[in-house]
């Protein structure tokens, strides 16, 4: 039923778009949106309208996003996907913002079991097929740290991508046997290589919880990509080349150093 889609789609974007007023604000707020070419601008303005348009965006607990608010959070969500396409986010609609990091309960049964259960403070969280959850409080941080910099938005969409293939493990959806692979090995080997430094207790350039699981790593590793590409290029060049192909986006000759 493409068709009916495609047919939804013109019409939305008959009828919306966002000025050039907002986009100056939204690229000013969030600079890692610089430096795109005159048609991925166009194609980004135009995802961001219909990801509104397709996804829910529910703010809980008495917090209100503004316009402004909504669509940056848009432009962010739509990013990784400006090569892709949006229908990668297909499966799901919810986003629910609530006002500062929350808490989640966790439990676990232990091989002995024993049930464990824990508080989570969380900045954002994403289910398989189900919503994605992000923090406004660590949302507006967004764009305001230039290397390294956090990016919640950028991180919860990337386990979206990731769980397209199933699990979250730290491996998208690729084209073929041969491309998972290389995909195994690189990402294995700079994975291993980072945990070792977090474990020598080294200052790493991306944040030691990248180190929790595979996930974590391929997720805070995409928010550097986009947000922070030289840094990442210069000191994982061959997890940035991976990404650099599998998103279809060389971000880093984009923003220059
Ligand atoms: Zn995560």
């Known amino acids: 039923m493409s068709w009916i889609r495609d047919w939804k789609r013109k019409r939305i974007l008959g009828r919306h778009r966002i000025d050039d007023a907002l986009w100056q604000r939204a690229q000013k707020h969030l600079p890692f949106l610089r430096g795109l070419s005159t048609d991925e601008e166009r194609r980004l303005k135009e995802f961001a309208v219909l990801f509104l348009a397709e996804k829910q965006l529910t703010p809980v607990r008495g917090l209100v996003l503004s316009e402004d608010d ?13 090569e892709l396409g949006l229908d990668w986010y297909d499966g799901w609609v919810g986003i629910v913002v609530h006002p500062s990091d929350f808490k989640v309960q966790r439990s676990e049964t232990g091989e002995d079991g024993v049930v464990h259960e824990w508080d989570d ?16 409080e660590a949302l507006d941080e967004a764009g305001s740290v230039a290397e390294g910099g956090a990016n919640v938005v950028i991180h919860e969409f990337a386990h979206k991508l990731d769980m397209m293939s199933g699990e979250p493990d730290g491996v998208p959806p690729l084209p073929s046997r041969e491309a998972r692979e290389r995909w195994v090995a690189v ?14 207790g080294r200052e790493t350039f991306l944040d030691p919880y990248a180190a929790e699981h595979e996930a974590e790593f391929f997720a805070v590793a995409s928010e550097a990509f986009f947000e922070s590409p030289n840094a990442l290029r210069r000191q994982f060049p061959d997890l940035y080349g991976l990404f650099k192909d599998f998103y279809r986006q060389d971000p880093a000759k984009r923003l220059g150093s």
Not at 122 to 130: T, V
Not at 187 to 200: G, H, N, P
Request: charged share 25%; hydrophobic share 50%.
């Open 70 to 82: 909504r669509v940056e959070i848009a432009l962010q969500a739509s990013l990784p996907v400006l």
């Open 187 to 200: 990402f294995d080997a700079e994975f291993d290589r980072f945990c070792k430094s977090v474990d020598a």
């Open 121 to 136: 403070e969380l900045a954002g969280e994403s289910w398989p097929g189900g919503p994605v959850v992000l923090s406004w």
